[in-house]
């Protein structure tokens, strides 16, 4: 079992920073592939970024070049760097756990193991 706690969402202007945080619980996080995923109103959840447990890495389009996903596997913790912010980022974003990193790219929220409950990040125009 794998136990995920999202923070650091809050109100962010456009054009500002936020570092979303996810914490995870058990002592095999380092062999799982972690994601960070987004659901804004009214939309589907999306994937945004993910991370294999070596560090390869990879990110939806819309925030190439803005977010960078990172892991450190001896603090159980899992970052999203998110710089240029935009309005259209406004969403419930969502850290995810699954051994395949097919998976997490694939983007297929429900094939997912674990999920934290979500972080809200807002940013006004």
């Known amino acids: 079992q794998v136990q995920l706690v999202e923070s650091g969402g809050g109100l962010v202007q456009a054009g500002g920073s936020l570092r979303l945080s996810c914490a995870a619980s058990?002592?095999?996080?380092?062999?799982?592939?972690m994601g960070w995923f987004r659901q804004a109103p009214g939309k589907e959840r999306e994937l945004v970024a993910g991370?294999?447990?070596?560090?390869?890495?990879y990110y939806a389009d819309s925030v190439k070049g803005r977010f960078t996903i990172s892991r450190d596997n001896s603090k159980n913790l899992v970052y999203l760097q998110m710089n240029s912010l935009k309005p259209e980022d406004t969403a419930v974003y969502y850290c995810?756990?699954?051994?395949?990193?097919?998976?997490?790219?694939?983007?297929?929220?429900?094939?997912?193991?674990?999920w934290g409950k979500g972080t809200l990040v807002t940013v006004s125009s």
């Open positions: 995810a756990a699954d051994f395949s990193f097919g998976t997490v790219v694939a983007g297929t929220s429900s094939s997912m193991d674990y």
């Open positions: 058990g002592r095999t996080f380092s062999r799982y592939a």
């Open positions: 991370i294999r447990s070596g560090g390869v890495t």
